[in-house]
């Protein structure tokens, strides 16, 4: 987005534009504990695929030992959600203020569709059906990035540790306009 002129810079730092962001398979696998999550404004909901938990549960049978350590650490923190009344709706995690939504859909995606695009497809839709929202994906992958990007959806690529300093800077710059 390009330069905002003063009632555009408003809008986007209203107090109403709450912020969604889907959060990819690798960020859950580097910071897997939604509840320690701090990104400086109340108004953010997470969105997690049952399909992206599905893919973390079966990293857990990696050869790799370190993959594996860090998909069993991740899925120990997801999995209980999946079992909570009112995921789909919005969960509050954390003392921020914060929510986490696991959509209820199949945890595989239809035949032929990978993981990734589900990812994309579900924030083009989310984009679509709240356009006074601001919707985000945000991962490691340059790919997942591009796709998001063709189809008009806002994505951050991460590219050191995901913390609470990174996920406050995505959402200022969310909500700036920036991205």
Known sequence: MGQLTPGERQYYLGTSRQC??????????????????????????????EAVISEISGLRNSPDAELRS???????????LLRRQG????????????HLRIPLEPATPREGVAVDQLLVDRAAEEQRRRPDKLVA???????????????????????????????????????????
Do not use: W
């Open 87 to 98: 995921r789909a709706v919005g969960l509050p995690v954390g003392r921020y203020g914060h």
């Open 137 to 179: 994906l945000v991962t490691r992958d340059e790919g997942v990035c591009a796709q998001a990007r063709a189809v008009g959806v806002r994505c951050v690529r991460v590219h050191g540790r995901f913390d609470n300093r990174e996920l406050q800077k995505i959402v200022r710059d969310l909500r700036e306009g920036k991205l």
């Open 20 to 49: 969604i962001l889907f959060l990819d398979t690798n960020i859950l696998m580097d910071a897997p504990d939604l509840g320690s999550y701090n990104a400086g404004y109340p108004q953010v909901v997470f969105v997690v695929l």
């Open 70 to 80: 860090r998909a069993s650490r991740a899925y120990s923190a997801l999995e209980p």
